[in-house]
């Protein structure tokens, strides 16, 4: 399985809902990576996960909070957000943190009224 | 901090036409990552770049690394219509991965 799997696919939320969004792989990589992209922009790293441990903040909101169960799995809990959070979220991984390619997921859109 | 910056930003070429975009980035490092991505999709990984003087190449596209002048190429060569999509490099220091700022190709008939 050379995948990297998100869900869902597209998200609306209002501003005082609580939301998750998932990223799973089965590559047996090691270190995972949540991206934001807002439109005709590059993507802007978020949270970096090594091991399982959260290893890069990149000074995000705390209305973001990021969990990592299992080696396979990433999440990304949303809370009271602004709507200039409407992005799309892409989840990455790679075998390790450092000096590996990265693998993207399809991407979450999300819609925040 | 680092830059990572292409040029040009916007392409607008001919099918049949050559043309190359190029990614500047201001640390050293020698691993760069070319990706491509569809309006409202994913990034599919192109090409991995991991020392001086790498040069891929796959269908129409080639690509290069000059470590030295901290040069990334994206050649194309005789443009056809689905190659239009935009394009990023992405530079790894091995502490940090930083994406260009994008081109967006346009192949026109």
């Known amino acids: 399985d050379t995948e990297v799997t998100q869900t869902p696919k597209h998200l609306v939320m209002g501003m005082t809902n609580k939301k998750s969004l998932k990223c799973e792989q089965h590559m047996g990589h090691r270190a995972m990576y949540w991206y934001k992209q807002k439109a005709k922009k590059p993507p802007e790293l978020m949270f970096v996960y090594s091991y399982e441990k959260l290893s890069i903040n990149e000074s995000v909101p705390s209305r973001f909070s990021p969990e990592c169960p299992n080696s396979s799995l990433l999440n990304l809990h949303l809370h009271a957000l602004q709507p200039e959070d409407s992005a799309l979220y892409l989840c990455?991984?790679?075998?390790?943190?450092?000096?590996?390619?990265?693998?993207f997921g399809p991407g979450t859109r999300l819609t925040v009224l | 901090e680092l830059k990572v910056e292409q040029n040009p930003l916007f392409l607008s070429m001919q099918e049949g036409k050559n043309y190359t975009i190029y990614c500047n980035y201001s640390t050293t490092s020698d691993r760069l990552y070319w990706y491509r991505q569809d309006p409202g999709k994913s990034l599919e990984s192109l090409f991995v770049l991991l020392s001086n003087g790498a040069v891929k190449q796959e269908g129409r596209l080639m690509a290069s690394l000059d470590t030295k002048a901290r040069l990334s190429t994206l050649h194309i060569t005789a443009a056809v219509h689905d190659l239009s999509a935009t394009y990023f490099c992405a530079v790894d220091t091995g502490n940090q991965f930083y994406f260009g700022t994008g081109t967006s190709l346009t192949v026109i008939p």
């Open positions: 990455a991984s790679s075998q390790d943190f450092s000096k590996q390619e990265q693998f």
